[in-house]
């Protein structure tokens, strides 16, 4: 192999230019990889412009909380949309409690602009109608009307900051990483056979440890102060943090404490799935989160909800 010399410099400039798109650097990452014969970094920066395919595994830093908003309609009711607690469909939980954004970085990028200009604040993702019929059943029971409610169609809604959030994510990942590179091999790194199989430990170990298994995609900013956190800060048993953690939220005093009162006296199902009251609970306050009553965040969904409940149970 003959010997390239790679600029690491001209990748963080690129990197710490936040008008720049992140293309440039990530493909500069790329052919540094091949140079190196690196396969961890091709593959990374490669999904990252070209986008993540149905059987890729999506980084942390590009999922959300979502919640699941179902068309129904009745013989004597017009069609409307209601949220359904994901946590409550035994079926669907695993697989739709974080809806995940598999695009390229360019067309990441432009919804991060749109975002900005026309102020969208969720996305949504239509789920196969074939699924319906795990969602039918719990719409019956949340929901009870005479005739009963039957379910026409269903979506996943996702918070729209994760468009701003992700490149975000991408330049602090590869600076990291870069700024790794450089303290060890220098900025102006010398490829060859010989410094290869060094060069590659420290890209594998930053990747293993930095990319592939961290990243919180459960942590979601919503406005006016309100911070969404995931149930890893609300430990087994801490009424204090899921009080607090739901007063953040903006869920006002007597609803938490409602709940205080509930996760007491009620404890999970054998299925792990939360017992009656909390679901009655988390349906009251989603209800008065899509009608906007109080302070609530806009991005409080049901799943949320029984995320941070889960948490203070300590179940998966």
Same mark, same amino acid.
């Given at each position: 192999m003959s010997k390239h010399n790679f600029l690491l410099q001209e990748v963080i400039d690129e990197l710490i230019n936040t008008d720049k798109t992140l293309q440039g650097p990530l493909m500069k990452l790329n052919y540094f990889g091949r140079?190196?014969?690196?396969?961890?970094?091709? *593959?990374?920066?490669?999904?990252?412009?070209?986008?993540?395919?149905?059987?890729?595994?999506?980084?942390?830093?590009?999922?959300?909380? !979502?919640?699941?908003?179902?068309?129904a309609q009745s013989y004597y009711v017009d069609s409307q949309e209601l949220e359904i607690p994901i946590s409550a469909i035994k079926e669907l939980r695993n697989r739709f409690t974080y809806v995940g954004v598999r695009d390229g970085? !360019?067309?990441?990028?432009?919804? /991060?602009?749109?975002?900005?200009? =026309? &102020?969208?604040?969720? @996305?949504?993702?239509?789920?196969?109608?074939?699924?319906?019929? @795990?969602?039918?059943?719990v719409l019956r029971e949340l929901y009870k009307t005479n005739p009963p409610l039957s379910a026409t169609?269903?979506?996943?809604?996702?918070?729209?900051?994760? @468009?701003?959030?992700?490149?975000?994510?991408?330049?602090?990942?590869?600076?990291?990483?870069v700024m790794a590179i450089a303290d060890e091999f220098g900025y102006d790194v010398e490829i060859s056979e010989f410094n290869n199989t060094k060069i590659n430990n420290t890209i594998n170990n930053y990747m293993s440890t930095n990319i592939t298994n961290t990243g919180d995609g459960?942590?979601?900013?919503? &406005?006016?102060?309100? =911070?969404?956190?995931?149930?890893?800060?609300?430990? =087994?048993? *801490?009424?204090?943090?899921?009080?607090?953690?739901?007063?953040?939220?903006g869920i006002d005093s007597e609803d938490v404490n409602d709940l205080a009162e509930i996760v007491q006296s009620e404890s999970p199902n054998?299925?792990?799935?939360? &017992?009656?009251? /909390?679901?009655?609970?988390?349906?009251?306050?989603?209800?008065?989160a899509l009608n906007g009553v109080g302070k609530i965040a806009t991005g409080v969904s049901s799943n949320l909800l029984a995320t941070l409940i889960k948490g203070y149970y300590e179940i998966n």
């Open positions: 140079l190196t014969k690196n396969q961890k970094l091709i *593959d990374f920066t490669t999904k990252e412009m070209k986008g993540y395919e149905v059987e890729d595994e999506v980084p942390k830093y590009r999922e959300t909380i !979502a919640k699941l908003l179902v068309t970085i !360019a067309t990441v990028e432009k919804m /991060a602009r749109d975002m900005e200009e =026309k &102020g969208n604040k969720e @996305f949504y993702k239509p789920l196969p109608l074939e699924l319906l019929h @795990f969602v039918q059943p169609g269903s979506r996943l809604i996702g918070n729209g900051n994760i @468009f701003l959030d992700i490149p975000s994510s991408i330049r602090t990942t590869l600076l990291e990483l459960n942590v979601i900013n919503t &406005g006016n102060e309100n =911070k969404i956190s995931n149930s890893n800060s609300i430990r =087994k048993g *801490d009424l204090e943090s899921l009080k607090t953690e739901l007063t953040k939220l054998e299925d792990k799935t939360l &017992g009656e009251n /909390a679901m009655n609970w988390i349906l009251n306050i989603s209800k008065k």
